[in-house]
């Protein structure tokens, strides 16, 4: 009895072990990469180079205007006619005319940019100015209520003030009231 436990137990970790790896390899999605792909990987170049990039833009460039050329003999049937090549040669010195009217426009935007600078410039300033205006205000407004509440600061004091024995000094509080009364007289 204890051998065909022991067995069965064996037999079911193996299983279970290829289970798992099986389950990983599904999981993980194929059996990854070979040590050779992974080292190819990792020593490609990813430097970044103007000149090359430029060279390739010309080769696909001429490629592109060969491709045009050999549909151009299709569409025609011609393939050696001297007048087609001149045809292809004269479109070629449209585009690069193109091109130069393209710098123009290139001075327009030029000299849009410089109008678009200055009225930044003007919505700047006016913004600027603007701010100055508010912190103007800002800063008489500022000292208004600070002079008030000096005023208020020193009534107070003034209203509050105690004789030695603890009795509220009268005068003060009489000249307020006379201040009052007569503003009130001023105003009507």
């Known amino acids: 009895m204890t051998k065909n436990t ?10 279970k072990s290829q289970l798992k790896k099986k389950k990983n390899v599904s999981r ?4 990854g990469l070979s040590l050779a792909a992974f080292a190819k990987a990792k020593s490609r170049n990813n430097n970044y180079n103007p000149a090359i990039i430029k060279r390739q833009k010309e080769f696909h460039k001429n490629a592109k205007n060969v491709n045009k050329f050999k549909k151009m003999m299709k569409r025609e049937n011609q393939p050696n006619d001297p007048a087609l090549a001149q045809r292809l040669i004269e479109n070629l010195n449209e585009t690069e005319g193109d091109k130069e009217k393209d ?7 030029k000299d849009s940019a410089f109008s678009l600078e200055e009225l930044y410039k003007k919505t700047n300033e006016e913004k600027e100015k603007e701010r100055r205006e508010r912190e103007a ?24 003030k105690k004789t030695r024995k603890g009795q509220p000094v009268m005068k003060y ?13 001023k105003k009507s």
Not at 28 to 31: I, K, N, Q, R, Y
Request: proline share 0%.
């Open 6 to 15: 022991d067995e069965r137990s064996s037999g079911g970790d193996h299983h």
């Open 103 to 109: 710098k123009g426009e290139r001075r327009r935007k």
């Open 173 to 185: 509080r009489i000249e307020h009231l006379l201040e009052t009364i007569n503003a009130a007289d």
């Open 137 to 160: 205000a800002l800063r008489i407004k500022k000292e208004e209520t600070e002079k008030a509440e000096a005023r208020r600061k020193a009534m107070r004091e003034k209203m509050f």
């Open 28 to 31: 993980l999605g194929g059996s």
